[in-house]
Every structure is written in structure tokens, then in C-alpha cells.
């Protein structure tokens, strides 16, 4: 039997690549390489060839990745202790946490509009640390910030998370969820002029990534409240 199955890894994945292409990320992924590098984007897309600047973005890259990857991660293990720790059963998790997931997939999706999830918590430093330290840092209160339309797709990573019983394989459904983020981060940060070109050419397909993200989340719910979920796992992790 494997650590995490094949189902959740791939469900954590596709998660964290949604939420890169949120329209609270994919758009302001400039502003975000511009501001941990401490470039200014004309700067970067006239150097874009060059192995300095690339070196530069790569390397802040890393280090911001790195950042939201450890606040996602402890999210991860705090949520993985919350059932034991009030000896919640499984299956009444999963019911609770099943039925919140549909509701963000609902908000997400349109059809509902949940004000609570509509606020901003956002942790801002009025000039960015020098070094790579500082797009740590940075990383860190990027994932502490629960923009709308990330919070309900982590928030529903964390829920199953706390349906688990067992943290491992809770830090590893958060690795693998701050891996989907990661990779089109960094490979896009590598080659933003051909970010530019993609983001411009497929611009009106972006409108229909929160109807896409919703619907996955109501199937991934639905699963969960159903008890469904459980035995998908389960035949993929035999």
C-alpha cells in the first residue's frame, strides 16, 4: 500500500495548478516576479535571454515557492491533528468537510456568493527585504494571505486533510498541492516573455478556470460526503 494513492496526489496537483490559474494569481504573476526580484518588468523582459536575469528570477523563485510551501505545509499538519484531537469520527468528517467543499465549489463556480470567504487577509511589507530571505518571506505571507479564490481551494485541501488519520500522508497532500502551484510558477518565471504571449493568446479561456475549479470541487465534495472518496482511494492505494 502507498503512502498517499495515486487519487490524492493527482487531486492535490491539479488543486494547486488551479490555484495558480486563479484570477487572483495568474494575472499579478508579474507583479509578483517584479517585486521578489527587485526588477522592473520592462527590465526583465528586455534581459529575459540573458543567464543573469534568469539565474535571478530562478532563484527568487525558488526561495518564494519555498516560503508558501512551508505555511501550506503546517496548514497541513494542523488541520491532520484537528480530528484526532477532538476524536471527531472519520465518517462525520467527511460528511462536514464533504458538504463545505461543495459550498466552495458553488461560491467559486458563481451560484453562491459567501461574503465570509469574499475577505481579504493579506500580510504586506512596505519594501520587500533584500536577498533571498526576503522572497521568503514574501512566499510566506503570500500563502497567509487567503485571497477569495485560493482560500476556498486550500481550505478543501486542508478539510481532506483533517479526514486522513494520519500525518504523513497529510504533509504529503500539501506537498503535492504547493508542487501544482509550484511548477508552472517557476517554469513560467523562467520564460516570461512566453508567458506574456500564452497569458494575451488564451486570455478569454482564463474566465472559465472558476467554473472549472468549482466543479472539481463539488465532485471532489460530493465524493467525500458520500464516503465514495474513501473507497476511490482506497482501490488505488491497494
Same mark, same amino acid.
Given at each position: 500500500?502507498?503512502?498517499?494513492? !495515486?487519487? $490524492?496526489?493527482?487531486?492535490?496537483?491539479?488543486?494547486?495548478?488551479l490555484t495558480f490559474l486563479s484570477p487572483c494569481i495568474l494575472? =499579478?504573476?508579474?507583479?509578483?516576479?517584479?517585486?521578489?526580484?527587485?526588477?522592473?518588468?520592462?527590465?526583465?523582459? +528586455?534581459?529575459?535571454?540573458? $543567464?543573469?536575469?534568469?539565474? =535571478?528570477?530562478?532563484?527568487?523563485? =525558488?526561495?518564494?515557492?519555498? %516560503?508558501?510551501?512551508?505555511?501550506?505545509?503546517?496548514?497541513?499538519?494542523?488541520?491532520?491533528?484537528? %480530528?484526532? *484531537?477532538?476524536?471527531?469520527?472519520?465518517?462525520?468528517?467527511?460528511?462536514? %468537510? %464533504?458538504? @463545505?467543499?461543495i459550498l466552495f465549489g458553488l461560491h467559486i463556480a458563481g /451560484? @453562491?456568493?459567501?461574503?465570509?470567504?469574499?475577505?481579504?487577509?493579506?500580510?504586506?511589507?512596505?519594501?520587500?527585504?533584500?536577498?533571498?530571505?526576503?522572497? =521568503?518571506?514574501?512566499?510566506?505571507?503570500?500563502?497567509?494571505?487567503?485571497?477569495?479564490?485560493?482560500?476556498?481551494?486550500?481550505?478543501?485541501? @486542508?478539510?481532506?486533510?483533517?479526514?486522513? !488519520?494520519?500525518?504523513?500522508?497529510?504533509?504529503? /497532500? /500539501?506537498? *503535492?498541492?504547493?508542487?501544482?502551484?509550484?511548477?508552472? *510558477?517557476?517554469? +513560467?518565471?523562467? +520564460?516570461?516573455?512566453?508567458? @506574456?504571449?500564452?497569458?494575451?493568446?488564451?486570455?478569454?479561456?482564463?474566465?472559465?478556470v472558476p467554473v472549472i475549479t468549482g466543479v472539481f470541487l463539488?465532485?471532489?465534495?460530493?465524493? /467525500?460526503?458520500?464516503?465514495?472518496?474513501?473507497?476511490?482511494?482506497?482501490?488505488? +492505494?491497494?
Open positions: 500500500m502507498t503512502t498517499v494513492s !495515486e487519487v $490524492s496526489i493527482i487531486m492535490s496537483f491539479s488543486a494547486g495548478v494575472p =499579478l504573476f508579474p507583479s509578483y516576479i517584479t517585486y521578489i526580484t527587485g526588477k522592473s518588468f520592462e527590465d526583465i523582459k +528586455a534581459q529575459g535571454s540573458s $543567464s543573469g536575469i534568469k539565474k =535571478l528570477t530562478a532563484f527568487h523563485s =525558488l526561495f518564494f515557492i519555498l %516560503g508558501f510551501s512551508i505555511i501550506f505545509i503546517l496548514l497541513g499538519v494542523t488541520f491532520a491533528y484537528i %480530528g484526532s *484531537f477532538f476524536g471527531i469520527r472519520k465518517q462525520l468528517l467527511e460528511r462536514l %468537510g %464533504g458538504a @463545505l467543499i /451560484l @453562491l456568493n459567501l461574503k465570509f470567504l469574499n475577505i481579504e487577509k493579506k500580510i504586506t511589507f512596505d519594501k520587500k527585504k533584500a536577498g533571498y530571505f526576503g522572497s =521568503l518571506l514574501v512566499g510566506m505571507a503570500f500563502a497567509v494571505g487567503w485571497t477569495p479564490c485560493v482560500g476556498p481551494i486550500l481550505s478543501s485541501i @486542508l478539510i481532506y486533510a483533517s479526514t486522513l !488519520e494520519s500525518l504523513p500522508r497529510a504533509i504529503m /497532500l /500539501l506537498c *503535492f498541492y504547493s508542487l501544482g502551484m509550484a511548477v508552472p *510558477f517557476f517554469l +513560467a518565471s523562467l +520564460a516570461v516573455n512566453q508567458f @506574456l504571449f500564452i497569458f494575451n493568446r488564451f486570455k478569454v479561456i482564463m474566465k472559465f463539488i465532485l471532489i465534495g460530493a465524493l /467525500l460526503f458520500s464516503g465514495q472518496f474513501s473507497r476511490l482511494v482506497g482501490i488505488f +492505494a491497494s
